[in-house]
């Protein structure tokens, strides 16, 4: 797997919206943040523009995303909010000078689009809070991304949940928002979990559509062969007037519950204030037992 050059002071960070209308004001505190870091912010041309509920038109955002992807100047993109759109041009954003030259893409939620494409390049990418919301998390998920941008050593230790299932593996960190990647499945963009560790979250979801993604990606092999699970925040779920009769967690331990890979819960990611920062396509070992679980990377 390859990883893009790690960043150092005076460096280029471009800020893009490939998916929902965002203005300049909202990215304000990211913006400081990154001053702060002793990385020069970028403005794309997308930050302001508006078409519908999109940061532009689906040309517009092709257009502003492959520009900061062509600049050899700008080292990393970071996508300044999810929502909807980034599947709407994919396939029309030429990576080949990225392939080339590789950057950091950073972002999560509907940007799991956008890890889950170039996973297949082997290029990293960045799963990791936002330009619209990284003000509003913890001190501790801002770190993170400092950490790992810079090169730093990151690793993870928590306290275990009592639905974990113990267990110890290693292989590549893949994943994201599990409705992203429900919904990429038969696409060139949908991933190979065999011998990797999943990474999921999910925002705003009923339990039942919980469980039909979930059987979707067992119906398409993402289970099989994996070596982990790791689940982070499953935000604001709700149900319908007929109870569902699990909650989210339950939901997931019954869908794997033939399978032996380790399984986390509670993990600091997702659509929470402590989002840490996570490489995908790292190499990174998991140990799970009932006292805590702990990530590492190789």
């Avoid at 990393?76 to 080949?96: E, K, Q």
């Avoid at 941008?149 to 893949?174: H, P």
């Amino acid at each position: 797997m390859f990883t893009p050059d790690f960043v150092k002071i005076g460096d280029k960070i471009a800020i893009v919206s490939t998916a929902r209308k965002i203005v300049k004001k909202e990215i304000n505190e990211a913006i400081e943040i990154l001053k702060k870091w002793g990385l020069e912010p970028v403005i794309g041309a997308t930050i302001g523009l508006e078409s519908n509920q999109f940061a532009g038109t689906d040309e517009e955002r092709r257009l502003d995303f492959q520009k900061m992807l062509d600049n050899e100047e700008v080292k990393g993109i970071w996508c300044a909010r999810g929502g909807y759109g980034t599947v709407r041009i994919i396939d029309l954003i030429d990576f080949s000078g990225f392939k080339k030259h590789p950057k950091w893409i950073i972002g999560y939620s509907d940007i799991t689009v956008l890890h889950s494409h170039i996973h297949d390049f082997n290029i990293s990418t960045i799963h990791a809070a936002m330009p619209i919301d990284i003000h509003k998390g913890t001190e501790e998920a801002r770190e993170s991304l400092y950490n790992i941008l810079f090169g730093r050593k990151v690793n993870y230790s928590i306290t275990s949940s009592e639905k974990n299932k113990s267990g110890q593996c290693t292989g590549k960190l893949v994943g994201g928002n599990l409705s992203i990647l429900y919904s990429l499945c038969g696409s060139s963009s949908s991933i190979d979990c065999k011998g990797k560790i999943l990474c999921i979250e999910d925002l705003d979801e009923y339990l039942y559509h919980i469980d039909r993604m979930l059987q979707n990606l067992k119906r398409n092999g993402y289970f099989n062969d994996l070596s982990g699970l790791i689940v982070g925040g499953m935000t604001k779920m709700h149900d319908n007037n007929i109870p569902f009769g699990k909650n989210a967690e339950e939901v997931i331990l019954d869908i794997v519950d033939e399978y032996d890979f380790p399984v986390v819960f509670d993990f600091p990611m997702g659509h929470i204030e402590d989002n840490r920062a996570l490489i995908f396509g790292a190499e990174v070992s998991l140990e799970v037992t009932k006292e805590s679980a702990t990530l590492k990377y190789i």
